[in-house]
């Protein structure tokens, strides 16, 4: 017995209330006890100095010398943490792909992607 059926869906789009929309440059993760695929994603930035120090003329500053932590030049800092399914990471994954490559090729449809992935 043939169970399939054909349905017809409206889906509606909507925005948590703590949406937002980051600028990344890379991400860490990998595998987690629990069998998901941690994506941490990250934008790296210049480190920041820990301090400054400021030789003043008066009110004017005249020279600024700044201290940064032995070593470090660069800053990743995270932005946004998500825990997936390997089979959603895949599915994400392909998807970035697909689009990477079109706006690489110069593809640049109007409008966005709705395909589930």
Known sequence: MNR?????????????SDYRRVSVTGVCGGAIPSGGVLCDFFVEVPAHPEELHLKLEGIRPVAESPSYPEGEHYLRELQVG???????????GQWMIKWAEKVSEGEMAAGFDTTRH
Not at 4 to 16: L, M, P, S, T, W
Not at 82 to 92: D, E, N
């Open 82 to 92: 998500m825990i997936l399914t390997p089979q959603v990471a895949k599915s994400i």
């Open 4 to 16: 399939e059926k054909d349905f017809d869906v409206r889906i509606r789009y909507g925005k948590a």
